[in-house]
């Protein structure tokens, strides 16, 4: 039912389903905004420019596309709108095709929560309409040059041998510290200004998600590199709503895919650096408080810490 | 989860192989030590046997993933439709509200006229017209209202995901007595059914399906086992689709046979393929997408029960599979295997 007299608050939303049904739930269920809805995931890409939505809604599993592919052409095309993925299964590549590709804003598992969905797209929409976009994250190359040699890159890994293999593949090319855990992370983050971060999800048997997720809470900037053996969907799919990983790379690492998340990390670190605002379209979502495995399990003394990390060290940006 | 499944699959394999080559070895050299060779044998059976079990998790996890998104898509809107019709509902008893006021308001003149002298007439005419206009104003958004047109549309959604969730749950039952390893009766079109819908995320929009399936007697087999039949075969004929095609579905009765086609638009199977399809682990799919199981699988199981399988194919223009099973089957040896 699109409005011809929608407020100015109204949001333009996308949403794309196979399932003509969940379109028509979606559709009266933000009915105070103006949605625009298609089954056909090919025609989606022009529709979002087309209407210059602020939010993109897509499934995943659609037989025409997937839906992670749609959210790639989107964010290509139309990049200015958040995408959230809606999807009623989700494999481990599709999670991480969500992430690496699609740079989801949040995934969202149906049957979803209708105050929370409602609440999730208002605050996207706000963002997307008010926050700058980063189009691109490649810099150009002297500046890329110049981005690399001041930004520190913080390997968080146990591993000496996975930590041997990313001492080769980067510490020609950045400025790296390497750290087996939580506490020496820190102490790094304290001392250099740190703009990448590479992390297991587990060093010495403790779990460094929570670390990871409050880090990007307090200091949305910073972008995180997730490389893992462990990976299941759960895991990664909390990484990005609550922690907003940058990639998530699954060991063993390659050289290639390696320094191209790094590179790009990099830049985006650097540009949002420059242009804090736009790291609103990188905020984390707070982790549900009733615990579950999401809370951030850490402690108080921890987290103070990465709270007062020295802005001068992280970019002047502050969430 | 699928990695660990190859790699318990090529470890079964590998031991196949050496208990196999060992056997060879065993038979040449010993002829006489005929009880080792049982042994071997034995051996050797349980490991195949080891090999349609991790298949058939191979199958569940599928089945889960498909399932869990059958399912969840319609809770999705069943779920958001009946609390947003709750919203809906309120609105709607806003604008009833706004209409009982204006109603109100007409009604005041009446008690106003009783003692109205000249000069409040006017000011009387005027709060008529005035209320007369609000009336009209809020029985036409009430008439116009969507309110009720959507609520309505959004239970009807509703109870159709209801319907939806409610043969998933029939269809699951057939399914689940995966559980239930033993002998039984079964309507082999029920297995069917479920099957469908268990592969249902790899057919649809894309794969029409046409299903001719006439009643059936109750036949004694082992209906999991009846199930992953169906399931493999449908799932290669969906995968020999490339893009857009039909499935076609049939049961019989003939003779003292039940008969199952599944026939698919699909590639069709190349002359030189054709004998080694039942084979086990040979595929012609990219690694990680066929293990080369599914018909060594079917083959296995229909002979078990004293059925047999037939091909048709043109290449190019599809395949169709029957398989036939005897009604009175007699304790079949499959009851051992798996
Ligand atoms: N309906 C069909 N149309 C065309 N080719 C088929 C069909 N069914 C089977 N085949 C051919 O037979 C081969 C063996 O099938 P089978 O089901 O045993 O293994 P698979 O499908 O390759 O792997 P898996 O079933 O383990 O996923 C297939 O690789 C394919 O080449
Ligand atoms: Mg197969």
Known sequence: MPMTDAPATALRILMIDDESRILRALKALLREHTTFATTNPLEAAALAKQHDVDVVICDQRMPEKAG????????????????????????????????????????????????????????????????????????????????????????????????????????????????NNAERA??????????????????????????????????????????????????????????????MLIKPVRMGTCRLSVDSAIGRYWQLKQNPQAARRYTAAKPAPEGGSSALRLPAALLNRIRSLPGRLLGNARA | MLLIIVIVLVVACAALGVALAQQRRQNLVLRAGQAETEAELKHLQASQSQVIHTTKLASLGQMVAGVAHEINTPLGFVKSNVEVVGDLLDDYRKLVKQYDAAVQVCLQPVDLIFNADKASLDKLVKHVEEARRKLFEARTAVEKSPLLKDAKELLGDASEGLAQLSSLVVNLKGFSRVDRDGMDTMDLNEGIESALMIAQHQLRDRVKVVKHLQPLPKVRCMPSQMNQVFLNLITNAAQAIDGDGTLTVDSRVDGGQVQVDISDTGCGIADDVLPKIFDPFFTTKPVGEGTGLGLSIVHKIVKGHGGTIKVRTTPRKGTTFTVSLPVNVSGPAAAESA
């Open chain 1, 68 to 179: 992670v592919d749609v959210l790639r052409d989107i964010k290509e095309t139309h990049p200015r709108a958040l995408r959230i993925l809606l999807t009623g299964y989700s494999d481990l590549k599709a999670v991480l095709g969500s992430v690496n590709e699609g740079e989801v804003y949040r995934f969202v598992n149906k049957p979803w929560n209708n105050t929370e969905l409602r609440d999730l797209v208002t605050g996207a929409g706000k963002i997307a309409r008010e926050a700058p976009v980063i189009a691109r994250d490649t810099l150009p190359q002297a500046e890329h040059d110049r981005a690399r040699t001041q930004v520190g890159v913080l390997v968080i890994e146990d591993d000496t041998a996975v930590q041997q293999r990313l001492r080769e593949i980067l510490q020609p090319y950045y400025k790296v510290n390497f750290a």
């Open chain 1, 186 to 247: 820190l102490q790094i983050m304290e001392q250099n200004e740190t703009g990448v971060v590479i992390s297991e999800t587990e060093a010495g048997r403790s779990d460094l998600t929570g670390l990871l997720k409050a880090l990007k809470l307090h200091h949305p900037h910073i972008a995180t590199v997730v490389v893992t053996e462990r990976a299941n969907a759960q895991t990664a799919i909390e990484l990005i709503n609550e922690g907003q990983v940058y990639r």
